[in-house]
T-cell receptor, first 114, second 107 residues
């Protein structure tokens, strides 16, 4: 089954404790992206990747890091989480940005930073 | 000005009603267009892509008007299960999301 998976689905952590949210897709997609969704603010892009070893900042990259060492994986790293990073996070993938390719989303990770 | 704008609603309609949402985009170079459905606290799921000629999938019809730079989604014979937030997405070399239109279908 074609899918995007994220882990963990739920996470409660404390300020400053480094964490990684994993994202994996099995569709051989080149494009992957991370979004956060907050009430009243919609989906905002954190980072994206056009292909292996190619990543770039989205609209709200501060406080986050990513890496793309393999095509299927695109982990999101919070080196020193803060309460304002409490949010619902979605990973997404697509065949690419050219043409009419849609994005597929993972199930989301609900993060609470206390 | 936002790249993609939607009426946030909510649209409260009775079962069986026909409801239409519009979404405007600001960049005429926009390449592709989509409607996604998002249930509360769940991931967005593709409802349909929007093609220049318009397209229909069962009770759902999407239209693209490039001259006026908007896309629309028409839902006929609304069901309770159609209650959700509908996101407009535009690809301008990057995916831009509208803030979503909330639909409540009531018995």
């Amino acid at each position: 089954e074609a899918q995007v998976t994220q882990n963990p689905r739920y996470l409660i952590t404390v300020t400053g404790k480094k964490l990684t949210v994993t994202c994996s897709q099995n569709m051989n997609h080149e494009y992957m992206s991370w979004y956060r969704q907050d009430p009243g603010l919609g989906l905002r892009q954190i980072y994206y990747s056009m292909n292996v070893e190619v990543t770039d900042k989205g609209d709200v990259p501060e406080g986050y890091k990513v890496s793309r060492k393999e095509k299927r994986n695109f982990p999101l790293i919070l080196e020193s989480p803060s309460p304002n990073q409490t949010s619902l996070y979605f990973c997404a993938s697509s065949r690419g940005l050219a043409g009419t390719y849609e994005q597929y989303f993972g199930p989301g990770t609900r993060l609470t930073v206390t | 000005r936002k790249e993609v704008e939607q009426d946030p609603g909510p649209f409260n309609v009775p079962e069986g009603a026909t409801v239409a949402f519009n979404c405007t985009y600001s960049n005429s170079a926009s390449q592709s267009f989509f409607w996604y459905r998002q249930d509360c606290r769940k991931e967005p799921k593709l409802l349909m892509s929007v093609y220049s000629s318009g397209n229909e999938d069962g009770r759902f019809t999407a239209q693209l008007n490039r001259a006026s730079q908007y896309i629309s989604l028409l839902i006929r014979d609304s069901k309770l299960s159609d209650s959700a937030t509908y996101l407009c997405v535009v690809n301008i070399g990057k995916f831009y999301f509208g803030s979503g239109t909330k639909l409540n279908v009531k018995p």
